[in-house]
Every structure is written in structure tokens, then in C-alpha cells.
């Protein structure tokens, strides 16, 4: 077996290890800070492994083209920032309907607008679940180490195979151009699924079969024709107004994720056994917490952190049991209050205490300990 390997790399690039270990043959996208870099290193490793790289015209087409790739059967990726990621929203919501597997980075800055190109934020969390209209499945991962975006990349991947839909990783600047030490696993040491393919003639393919969860999807290219596109459709991709036939179509995409949450959701939890004060929080926020934390501990306060790696589907079930064990629930975040909407509505008899930053800089463990400290 292969050894692994250790690398001093950036969060950016760590996507890119990431995204070749899960198998990753097609990057189409546009450049744009804080994510250009991982863009660069599509440009270099796909080449060498007989991947494809294309620069679109703009980040409407690098949604689109990532899509096409999918569909000719290569795993695919694009990554943006946040006015990026709202060009492309309806290509986004195409995937959802027509249940394209596809892996989209977001690399999170502050907005609205152009914003603040090279600051961090985390200003685009509502919109990974509620960006592209109508109701939708959502899967949203978010790494705070630069290990855990290789790591949650090739999750990312796996999730998208498996249940045939977009699957967005969100993270936000400073983790994205931190540098950590990482270690780049063997090969075979973490799972990667790849989408299931039909074993059917192809006269006798469905590519939206009623008799399965998550159909089969066959590669253009491969003797498989069939049609495609956003409109409600029937099981063989054409367009339907049956309304039996729409609804059905509907709750199914949704209840494919809805069904399979506690698969989905990975929480890392600190000290939460005996907490009578939480912080919930995810990405860069989330290193000052875990100091912040350790620093309240040291003073004898029982701090605890719960954080998500998966924002989409929310962790409801888990702050839902933690809100009835502490007196509060600190939630630190990079815009002016996202995350605490969802913690207040699953939340039980405790307090719901917001911490916001949208300045540029990161919100410290200071600003954090001394919220904590209150409820001592």
C-alpha cells in the first residue's frame, strides 16, 4: 500500500487533494477570491490524470459546464465566492431537480455585492440551503482545519454519488488560505463511493426509475439516451403535468436527504458531557471557540462546544438535546445572526446568545470567553 504522505498545504489546496483522492475528473469554473487557488490546482493535477480543466466565461457557465460534466460520467467540481455563488444559484437548482451529482466550493467573503474580496465571512450559510428556489434537498458540509476540508471533500463527493445531488462544502477565508501541516491519506484508506450505473439494457433505462430512492444514472456516451432537464418530469426525463406524478417527484428529492440525516450529520463535540453553557458555531469561528472553551474550563466554568461539519441538514436533533441540558447557547458567526435563527428554533428552555462580526476580521476567543463568563 501506498504511504501516506505530509504536506504543509493551504486550505485551498487541501480541496484540491481532496477532490483528486475522491476521484474528481472535471473542474469548470471562473476565478474569484478567496477560492482562485483551488481553481490553480484543478488547472495542474487534472491534466496529468486525465481529468479535464475549463475556465468559463463567467460562474453562470462554470455551473453548467460543471453539470455536463456529471452527466458524461465524470465526478465534478466547481468552487466560488459568495457573488459567484449567487450566479449560480438557478444552474444549482437545475441539479436539484434533475439530480445531477456535483460537488460546488463555496470559499466564503464579505458581502453583500463584491463586499470585501479578501476578508473572511460567513454570510452565505442561509443561502446554501435556501438560495435556488422552490423546495429543494440541501447538503451544506463545513470544515474548520485544513485537514478536514481534504477530508470533508472527499465526503462531499461520496454524499453527491450517493444520493445523485449537489453537495455544496462552505467554508470561509481564513480557513481557506490558513496553512496547516496535513497528511494526504493512502490510497483506500477513506471510503469513496462512486454513483450507482444501471445494469439494465438501455432501452430498458429509466434515468428517474420510480422503483428506486436514488435511480441509477448512466454517462452520456454510453448507449443510454435520455432526456434531461428542469421542468417536473416523469421517470423518463420528459416533462409531465401530471400533478400525481409532480408531488411524488417532489417529496422525493427531499425525502432522499430527509430520510438518511442521521447518516449525513457528523457533529465534533468538546465537553459537553457535564456543559451548563454551549457554543455552537462552525469554520474559523469555531478555532476560537474551542480555545475559548479550554480557557473557561482552566477559570472553572462548564463550557462546551458543539460543532456542526455538516450545517445542511441542520443538526436539530442534537441542539435540540443540548439546549434542555445548559443554561445557554452561544452562537458566534460572521454576519449579523444566520446560524441562531435555526439553534432559537430548535431550542428548549435555555438561552439563545448571538456573538457578530461583519468587519473583516474574525470574531476572537476573547469576545467569545467573555459571553461565557456571564453565565458562570
Not at 460534466?69 to 441539479?95: D, V
Amino acid at each position: 500500500m501506498a504511504e501516506k504522505k505530509k504536506k504543509l498545504l493551504q486550505g485551498n489546496e487541501a480541496c484540491v487533494e481532496g477532490a483528486i483522492y475522491a476521484g474528481c475528473k472535471f473542474f469548470a469554473g471562473y476565478p474569484i477570491t478567496p477560492s482562485t487557488e483551488i481553481a490553480e490546482g484543478m488547472s495542474v493535477r487534472l491534466p496529468k490524470i486525465g481529468g479535464k480543466f475549463i475556465q468559463m466565461e463567467d460562474e453562470i457557465g462554470g455551473m453548467a459546464a460543471t453539470i455536463g460534466g456529471s452527466l458524461a460520467g465524470l465526478k465534478s467540481l466547481t468552487a466560488t465566492s459568495g457573488p459567484g455563488f449567487s450566479l449560480k444559484q438557478e444552474a444549482l437548482g437545475y441539479a436539484c431537480l434533475a439530480e445531477i451529482p456535483c460537488v460546488i466550493v463555496n470559499v466564503m467573503r464579505g458581502g453583500p455585492s463584491t463586499g470585501y474580496p479578501t476578508g473572511p465571512s460567513q454570510s452565505d450559510i442561509m443561502q446554501a440551503k435556501w438560495g435556488t428556489h422552490g423546495d429543494h434537498p440541501a447538503i451544506s458540509l463545513t470544515p474548520a482545519y485544513v485537514q478536514e476540508i481534504l477530508t470533508e471533500t472527499v465526503r462531499a463527493f461520496n454524499l453527491s454519488e450517493r444520493f445523485r445531488t449537489p453537495v455544496v462544502v462552505l467554508y470561509d477565508e481564513i480557513v481557506g488560505h490558513m496553512r496547516e501541516p496535513i497528511t494526504i491519506p493512502a490510497p483506500g484508506e477513506l471510503e469513496v463511493i462512486d454513483r450507482a450505473k444501471p445494469d439494465c439494457k438501455p432501452e430498458d433505462y429509466f434515468p428517474y426509475d420510480d422503483r428506486f430512492e436514488v435511480a441509477p444514472l448512466a454517462p452520456f456516451g454510453e448507449g443510454y439516451r435520455f432526456h434531461v432537464t428542469g421542468l417536473n418530469h416523469k421517470q423518463d426525463g420528459f416533462p409531465t403535468n401530471d400533478s400525481k406524478v409532480i408531488r411524488a417527484n417532489n417529496e422525493r428529492i427531499m425525502s432522499k436527504i430527509e430520510n438518511h440525516k442521521e447518516e449525513i450529520w457528523k457533529n465534533d463535540e468538546l465537553f459537553l458531557e457535564d456543559a451548563e453553557v454551549a457554543i455552537f458555531t462552525i469554520g474559523s469561528t469555531a478555532r476560537s471557540a474551542r480555545f475559548a472553551v479550554n480557557e473557561a474550563r482552566k477559570a472553572g466554568i462548564k463550557a462546551g462546544l458543539l460543532r456542526p461539519l455538516n450545517i445542511w441538514p441542520f443538526p436539530d436533533k442534537a441542539v435540540r438535546e443540548l439546549s434542555k441540558r445548559v443554561k445557554a447557547i452561544i452562537v458566534p458567526e460572521l454576519n449579523l445572526g444566520q446560524m441562531i435563527l435555526e439553534v432559537e428554533r430548535c431550542s428548549s428552555g435555555c438561552d439563545v446568545v448571538g456573538i457578530n462580526r461583519v468587519d473583516g476580521e474574525p470574531i476572537t476567543p476573547a469576545e467569545i470567553l467573555d459571553v461565557i463568563k456571564k453565565y458562570k
